[in-house]
């Protein structure tokens, strides 16, 4: 269970991490997240047309942005667990590799 959680969040870090996915290339960490946003939305509005139904597209957009700041704030709460030495996850990495 500890693997596939690791290789979850690794696979988190890989598309939410603005360090690690494509965008990490723009230096704007603002302008990052708003094209996550946009892309969001993108997701969003395909949604909307597979499911044949535009009212989808309000509840897609809603959940997609509620995602995304979901994900950002676990992102910074990571990053600072591992900037701070003594925290769980970097015990749980030691005790786990």
Excluded: Q
């Excluded at 302008?31 to 993108?42: D, K």
């Amino acid at each position: 269970m500890n693997n596939f959680s690791f290789r979850l969040y690794e696979y988190y870090k890989y598309i939410f991490d603005s360090k690690k996915n494509p965008l990490r290339h723009i230096p704007d960490p603002v302008s990052r997240f708003y094209i996550m946003t946009i892309l969001a939305s993108m997701w969003s509005f395909s949604f909307a047309i597979y499911f044949g139904s535009i009212i989808y597209f309000g509840v897609n957009l809603a959940a997609h942005a509620i995602l995304l700041l979901m994900f950002f704030f676990t992102m910074a709460i990571f990053y600072d667990a591992e900037k701070s030495k003594s925290s769980w996850l970097l015990k749980l990495r030691r005790d786990n590799s």
